[in-house]
């Protein structure tokens, strides 16, 4: 059964049975196949709904923040890391 919000016999729950059925040949339990299919089609879903800047994941801009080394990152939101690292872009 695919994550909310994802309707049957579209390209995401087609895209979550291939992968929930690839972990479970890969002898991965059931439980954990549905949750890594389900969170890599949230992830896919979140990226292609928005545009690239505003697609990002909170965990891809805290490793940019990182890497730019922006003080203070841990204790910011996802949208706070978002301005913090396009600010610094310029």
Not at 77 to 89: H, S
């Amino acid at each position: 059964m695919p994550p909310r919000g994802i309707k049957k016999g579209t390209k995401r729950a087609r895209q979550y049975e291939h992968i929930k059925e690839s972990e479970r040949r890969r002898g991965v339990s059931m439980g954990r196949a549905e949750e890594i299919a389900a969170r890599t089609v949230n992830k896919e879903r979140a990226r292609s709904r928005t545009s690239r800047a505003k697609g990002r994941t909170f965990d891809e801009l805290y490793n940019e923040a990182k890497r730019m080394k922006i003080p203070g990152r841990s204790k910011m939101t996802k949208v706070q890391l978002q301005r913090a690292v396009d600010g610094r872009r310029r």
